[in-house]
């Protein structure tokens, strides 16, 4: 007996404790950690957190390791580097008012990710708040800027090429700017993006195209630059290529 306590002392109150403090307990000393690896108290324990694994346990269950390995908090996992760069993409950008061609250009990835070079003056916080995030910004200047009337249809399609594969991949098809948010100053149009094959278990994935623009007028806006981003499913610039990377290439 190292510390005064009796094995019988410790084996009453070894049971009362949650999983965490066990563990703590195991480090005491040799006594302490030779008694609380007994996998009774690890029961009880599991008993507690997942009722339904006692009622009709596996033939070789081990609580000690059910415990440790399924309460470890989650560490988040790094996603390797990807094969995919932007010095490998275009992007070809068309937008129509009410059928008629009113922006065509190819773009290359590194232009969108080196995002605006000016920033107008007069544009609302909230979009000055995005274009200062942390996150990565796919965005380009249009210039000469757009004057647009605000009313008649505008769709959007963007078609991407790699280099690498000299493949095609479509982002988004003649999707319409159907949403304004006039706090942010941006119209809004979306299309879900289609994966290869070889990921069947990933969808409802969208592309967004946002023009960013100023108010010149009651129904009249100057359309200043164009964004593509994928919200919360891409942010930073390892997540975008992976996720461009596992389009449907043709």
């Not at 302490?32 to 009709?56: G, H, L, N, T, V």
């Not at 159907?178 to 119209?187: K, V």
């Not at 610039?237 to 043709?250: G, N, P, S």
Request: proline share 6%; glycine share 4%; net charge negative.
């Amino acid at each position: 007996m190292e510390n005064g306590l009796s094995d019988e002392v410790l084996k009453a109150v070894f049971p009362l404790l949650d999983g965490k403090d066990l563990v703590f307990c195991m480090l005491v000393c040799r006594q302490w950690r030779e008694i609380a690896k007994d996998d009774y108290f690890w029961k009880c324990i599991c008993a507690r957190k997942w009722p339904s694994i006692c009622k009709q346990p596996p033939s070789d269950a081990n609580y000690l390791k059910l415990y440790l390995t399924f309460s470890k908090p989650r560490t988040p996992q790094h996603l390797p580097v990807p094969k995919l760069t932007f010095e490998d993409l275009v992007f070809y950008i068309d937008m129509w008012l009410d059928g008629s061609l009113i922006f065509s250009q190819a773009v290359s990835g590194c232009i969108l990710r080196g995002g605006l070079q000016n920033t107008p003056c007069g544009i609302p916080d909230v979009l000055v708040a995005h274009l200062t995030a942390p996150d990565c910004i796919l965005m380009m200047e249009v210039e000469p800027k757009l004057e647009i009337t605000m009313g008649p249809s505008i769709t959007v399609s963007v078609l991407a090429h790699r280099k690498d594969t000299k493949k095609m991949a479509c982002v988004i098809n003649k999707s319409t700017f159907d949403y304004i948010d006039s706090n942010a100053a941006r119209a809004l149009a979306y299309e879900y993006l289609r994966f290869s094959p070889r990921y069947p278990f990933i969808s409802d994935i969208r592309a967004w195209m946002s023009l960013l623009f100023l108010y010149k007028g009651t129904n009249v806006i100057e359309v200043f630059g164009i964004e593509l981003d994928f919200c919360d499913a891409a942010r930073s610039e390892t997540e975008i290529l992976w996720l461009l990377d596992m389009l449907d290439w043709k």
